[in-house]
């Protein structure tokens, strides 16, 4: 028995959430007055947590560095949110989406977990639309589904393409209403800097005031972490710019375990980088690759031309395109999933076939589907011996209809007209399924500290589908913390307000300050950027979509050699008592440069090829899936899961193994 | 409706209601005009009832006024507020580039409309009321005849005043051009049923004032 | 390119600001207009000098934190984008650029670009919600049909992404493009109707309390707002606001 125990209750697992809460703990209302929880992090699943937690009559406090949690980066999400609803009638079911959800997870999520996850995906919907989230309707008045990330139903239910941020202003609103009640004290422009334990038990938390300076000590009887995922460890991602690990990382440092920090989910197509100022990439949603084609030149002499402009996608003849997904994965062709997507753009690309300056894109061409589509619709319209330009035309407007928002970006952002020349994408980090280790209830290994949504490891195993990160937040946050806190909450009915001026305080605080007071004296020759600009470099060369033994060894020292310089040459400019920007980031890379060292440690340790994570040496080595990443049951079905220890190399492992009793395991194949 | 009307919306909407009655009244002022450019005797006969129904004198004409004075008050007050809201204007601002000139200048418009006004009643209301309530004399007559259509044509002849009630009316289409649809708005009258108003608020900020120039120069060629 | 920058420059909201200029070159028109501003901070921290601060978070043009006054203009020349998604291409070489922050008493300077949007939350706090718990057995979410109609004209109000520009480019400093979508997004909708007048009057006060001024229809928050929020949705509140206040 390893010293993780998940308490997952027992019983078949379609009970399993519902006896479990008949049979947990409560805190009678008139005692939850007296009892306070902080909620940092305001995004979906902070967000949700924060309102129902105040609903219920906690006192919450809750935390955004943002200056309004409607901010938060849930808010970019654009596709959808997947509820077992089954309203198109195509046989989906709770067990369907929970078999998904694990099969996608390529087997390495709890099975608990997941089940409750999608047994509660449907109260979700209820609950969005009763705070009168608009979502996209037939004209029958009900709701609409699509189908989204390759599964067999329609399940995603969405609001144009703006599902996060409609989701995201539900929860903000049901804040709101918390807010004026002065149920939630709200603490915008705050930052989390450490958790603070009493007694072994997370008993409050010490803040920045982001537009002071001041340092703050709140005290809870609980704590919760929601603060979102550690994309942006690789410098360019698709995460905000604030998005960061160091509340995660901060109780990761008091005590709470790491899981799996390798699994990190890689997008194909997102806008691709135009140069080295780049400061972030920008998704576009994946629903593009059902009509576009992914091609690189055949040709080696054609992709140079292309990369130093001399030559124009258009001009290159149909023989001399390599659709190489179409070639490598037949049954699945373009449409293969997110993490096979990625790995063959990069093999293209690294092989010298990019087709922009950087050498790192390729195209997603829409022109066979305006051929497509156009003659379809010339037919339709009954226009006889249609012109070439006349299908095309017919054929465009058809995608304009379908995608129009996102060509209008793209050309926004590249300044090309995707209608007449070939998009160019290229993959980038998007999404952790990694995080904070949990138990059933969502608390971490420290008593009293629990961690949701993103931050936390638990449902997503190593790849998460499309549409489901919504669906976790809000899971989380409306209908399984707010149960499970209680039971842990009521052995603390009796413990009164929790002082702040005690001798853990001092220390915790001490100890920020010290810090703080570090970055401001320090004179170093090199800002913030110019260290994390170098980490994230390490991360996507090394630790990136494909990986081998040698080079995360490679990558961990000169991750650890970048953290040495860092904290010898890092400046800082301001002080610390006004609104500082530079210092904020200082702490946050600090914070990235320890957990990317843990991060490629754990990629190292893990020798299978799963989900998001691939080694180079975990393939199939002959048959029909010869090359293809390939999964070892019998090794490595488990969680790994980090016990800090001063460095992140001295980091030690415990595993909870993954038992997987409703499901067969199986290896994917999309040839 | 208790604090309606001190309410920023409330307000929006005692704005929009002067306006429409003062755009209302516009309209019977051009129309009772405009008879001066067919037939000198009805437009007297008009001018007469206009001026001596006891009616239009002691209820209308206090009503107008008031709705002029209140819309000018007002139009004064919500414009001082509004400059408040700003404390520190911008460095650089191009206003031209998402608004019209005559939505961001409905003061300066609304200012010269008031200074025309004041003219205006110089030139016509202050004699009248001076002939009939202070003179006492209500008959309407000189010489025998009405007076009304001969003072009208006496007034444009100065090309100067003509030049000056021209100018006038221009800056009072300028303040249609945005005052008509933005009194709409301000009632909440903008949903897909409303876009032909847009046309027809163009039409009506041109035409009145247009119709007030051509009969000043009618006066003032034709006297 | 190289251009010349006219940055606002202040310290803190009690200290008095100025405009400051800087010269930044070799910027690529690829850029975006934020990345051109890490730049010139890159330069700054370099040289020992406190780099510009600026709110920002997404760089995708939807959560609503960047908020500058370029040239002019919230968010810059371009139409129906954020100051993230605006592109150094719209520039020319050799050109002098002004970046001031949003300017509205209700939205004080905080720091240099970086303003206080506190009142938009405040507002929002006044009645900005649908009273309902979570509770899990909130009822099916097909058991009340909403026409597609107001589903979809419902979901263009909520667009809004609370990020000020109407207030910033309005002559006036008024909010009530913010305000008037978020109003109109629950009145479209049968759950908005049972708190719909207390809303919008409790919205609406909290709105002039904040002391930001009144619309006059001028129109140029729908041009600059990046979501094309369109001022029918003013006009809506306006009718809620009536019925409301006659109902008593």
Redesign the interface.
């Known amino acids: 028995m390893s010293v993780l125990d998940s308490k997952v209750p027992k019983g078949p697992i379609k009970d399993k959430w519902t006896d479990y809460k008949n049979h947990i703990d409560l805190v009678n209302p008139a005692n939850k007055r007296n009892i306070d929880i902080i909620v940092v992090g305001t995004g979906l699943a902070g967000g949700?947590a924060a309102?129902?937690l105040a609903?219920l009559g906690y006192n919450v406090k809750a935390f955004a560095y943002?200056?309004?949690p409607?901010?938060?980066?849930s808010?970019?999400a654009q596709g959808g949110i997947n509820a077992a609803?089954n309203?198109q009638g195509d046989g989906d079911s709770t067990y369907r989406l929970f078999y998904d959800t694990v099969k996608g997870g390529d087997y390495r999520s709890r099975e608990a977990n997941v089940y409750r996850l999608a047994e509660?995906s449907a109260?979700i919907?209820?609950?969005?639309?009763?705070?009168?989230v608009?979502?996209?309707?037939?004209?029958?008045?009900?709701?609409d589904n699509r189908s989204f990330g390759g599964v067999l139903v329609s399940r995603t239910f969405y609001?144009?393409g703006?599902t996060g941020?409609?989701l995201l202003?539900g929860a903000?609103?049901?804040m709101?209403?918390q807010?004026?009640r002065g149920k939630i004290e709200?603490f915008?422009r705050h930052e989390m800097l450490d958790v603070v334990l009493v007694d072994g038990k997370a008993r409050g938390i010490i803040t920045r005031n982001l537009?002071t300076g001041e340092i703050e000590r709140h005290s809870a009887h609980a704590v919760v972490i929601g603060t979102g995922g550690y994309g942006n460890v690789y410098f360019l991602s698709?995460n905000?710019?604030?998005s960061n690990a160091t509340a995660a990382w901060k109780i990761h440092k008091k005590g709470a375990f790491f899981a799996n920090p390798c699994y990190t989910q890689i997008h194909p197509t997102c806008i691709p980088r135009?140069?080295d100022?780049?400061?972030?990439l920008?998704?576009m949603s994946e629903s593009l690759r059902n009509d576009g084609r992914i091609w690189v030149p055949a040709k080696i002499e054609d992709a140079k031309a292309i990369q130093e402009g001399k030559l124009k996608p258009t001009q290159i003849a149909e023989a001399d395109r390599d659709y190489y997904l179409e070639r490598r994965y037949p049954a699945f062709g373009n449409l293969v999933p997110r993490d096979v997507a990625s790995r063959a753009a990069k093999e293209r690309c690294d092989a010298g076939y990019g087709v922009n300056a950087t050498g790192e894109a390729v195209y997603l061409d829409f022109a066979a589907a305006f051929q497509r589509y156009g003659s379809e619709q010339a037919k339709l319209k009954g226009i006889k011996n249609p012109s070439k330009e006349e299908v095309i035309k017919l054929g465009q407007a058809i995608i304009e209809e379908k995608y129009g928002n996102l060509f209008q970006?793209y050309e926004?952002?590249?300044?090309e007209n995707p209608y007449e020349t070939p998009m160019m994408i290229y993959p980038a980090t998007h999404y952790t399924m990694g995080g904070v280790w949990v138990d059933y209830n969502l608390m971490t290994t420290v008593p009293g500290l629990y961690c949701i949504g993103e931050a936390n490891f638990s449902d997503h195993g190593a790849n998460r589908l499309g549409a489901s990160a919504l669906m976790q937040g809000l899971a989380d946050g409306?209908?399984v913390l707010?149960y499970t806190i209680g039971d842990y909450l009521s052995n603390d009915i009796r413990t009164g307000k929790i002082p702040t001026d005690t001798p853990e305080f001092d220390a915790v605080e001490k100890e920020v300050q010290d810090k703080i007071d570090f970055f401001l004296n320090n004179n170093g020759t090199k800002?913030v950027?110019h260290f994390h600009k170098r980490l994230g470099k390490v991360m996507w060369d090394k630790v990136g979509m494909s990986r081998n033994a040698p080079q995360l060894k490679e990558a961990m020292a000169e991750i650890k050699a970048i953290r040495e310089e860092f904290w010898k040459e890092v400046?800082v400019?301001?002080s610390g008592s006004?609104?500082n920007?530079?210092l904020e980031k200082a702490g946050r890379v600090a914070d990235f440069l320890e957990l990317g060292e843990l991060f490629a440690k754990d990629a190292l340790v893990r020798e299978e090829s799963c989900g998001g994570h691939f080694r180079e040496e975990s393939t199939e080595l002959d048959g029909e899936q010869k090359g293809e990443a390939k999964r070892n049951d019998k090794d490595f079905a488990f969680v790994s899961a980090w016990e800090y220890k001063g460095e992140p190399a001295d980091a030690v492992l415990h595993k909870e193994e993954l038992e997987f009793n409703d499901i067969e395991l199986k290896q994917r194949s999309y040839k | 409706m208790s604090g309606f009307f001190t309410s920023s919306i409330g307000r929006k909407y005692a704005m929009a209601l002067s306006a429409f009655f003062l755009m209302f009244f516009l309209i019977m002022h051009v129309a009772l005009n405009a008879v001066s450019l067919f037939s000198e005797d009805a437009f007297n006969q008009a001018s007469h009832f206009m001026g001596t129904n006891p009616l239009i004198q002691f209820l209308m004409q206090p009503v107008l006024m008031l709705g002029v004075v209140f819309h000018f008050v007002m139009g004064f007050i919500l414009e001082i507020k509004n400059r408040s809201a700003r404390v520190v204007k911008y460095a650089k601002n191009n206003g031209a580039a998402n608004s019209t000139w005559m939505s961001r200048n409905m003061i300066y418009s609304g200012l010269f409309i008031l200074i025309f006004l004041v003219i205006h009643f110089l030139d016509f209301w202050i004699p009248e009321i001076n002939t009939k309530y202070i003179v006492g004399d209500m008959s309407g007559l000189h010489d025998g005849s009405f007076r009304y259509f001969h003072e009208l044509q006496h007034k444009f002849i100065p090309i100067w005043r003509v030049a000056l009630y021209c100018i006038g009316f221009i800056f009072l289409a300028l303040h249609l051009l945005h005052g008509f649809d933005s009194a709409f708005q301000s009632l909440g009258a903008n949903n897909k049923y409303t876009k032909g108003l847009k046309g027809f608020g163009k039409a009506y900020a041109i035409l009145i004032p247009l119709m007030f120039i051509i009969i000043a120069l009618f006066h003032h060629f034709n006297h | 390119m190289n251009l010349t920058l006219k940055i606002w420059r202040q310290?803190?909201s009690k200290t008095k600001g100025q405009m400051v200029d800087y010269k930044v070159t070799d910027i690529?028109e690829?850029?975006?207009f934020?990345?051109m501003m890490?730049?010139l901070n890159?330069q700054?921290?370099?040289s020992?000098?406190?780099?510009v601060?600026f709110?920002?978070?997404?760089?995708?043009?939807?959560?609503?934190?960047c908020s500058m006054y370029i040239n002019g203009e919230a968010h810059g020349p371009?139409r129906g984008?954020t100051t993230c998604?605006l592109?150094m291409?719209m520039f020319n070489d050799g050109d002098t650029i002004t970046i001031e922050p949003f300017r509205a008493k209700a939205f004080p300077v905080?720091?240099d670009l970086?303003v206080?949007?506190?009142s938009?939350?405040r507002i929002?706090?006044?009645g900005?919600?649908?009273?309902?718990?979570?509770s899990?057995?909130?009822?099916?979410?097909?058991a009340?049909?909403?026409?597609?109609h107001a589903?979809?004209e419902?979901?263009d109000a909520?667009?809004c992404?609370?990020c000020g520009a109407c207030v910033a480019t309005c002559k006036n400093s008024s909010a009530m493009l913010f305000v008037g979508a978020k109003v109109a997004?629950?009145a479209l909708?049968p759950?908005?109707q049972v708190e719909a007048a207390d809303r919008v009057k409790n919205m609406v006060a909290q709105m002039d309390l904040e002391g930001f001024g009144n619309c006059t229809n001028t129109g140029a928050c729908e041009v600059e707002c990046p979501k094309g929020i369109s001022l029918e949705n003013i006009a809506r509140m306006n009718r809620e606001f009536l019925k409301a206040s006659i109902k008593g």
Request: with cysteine; proline share 3%.
């Open positions: 949700s309102a129902t609903e943002q200056d309004s409607r901010r938060a980066h808010i970019a609803k309203y509660v109260n919907i209820d609950q969005c639309v009763a705070q009168g608009p979502f996209a309707r037939d004209y029958g008045g009900l709701l609001a144009k703006q941020q409609q202003l903000y609103s049901a709101n209403r807010i004026a709200m915008n537009i698709t905000a710019m604030g135009s140069g100022y780049q400061s972030k920008t998704l970006m926004k952002i590249i300044a409306y209908f707010p800002s950027d400046k400019p301001g006004e609104m920007l530079e | 310290k803190d690529s690829h850029m975006s934020l990345e890490d730049v890159e700054l921290v370099n020992g000098d406190e780099p601060a709110d920002h978070d997404c760089r995708e043009g939807i959560c609503g934190m371009d984008i998604q592109h291409r905080i720091k970086v206080d949007r506190m938009f939350e929002q706090q006044a900005g919600y649908i009273s309902v718990n979570t899990g057995n909130t009822q099916d979410a097909n009340l049909p909403i026409s597609k589903a979809d419902a979901m909520a667009a992404i609370g997004q629950y909708l759950q908005g």
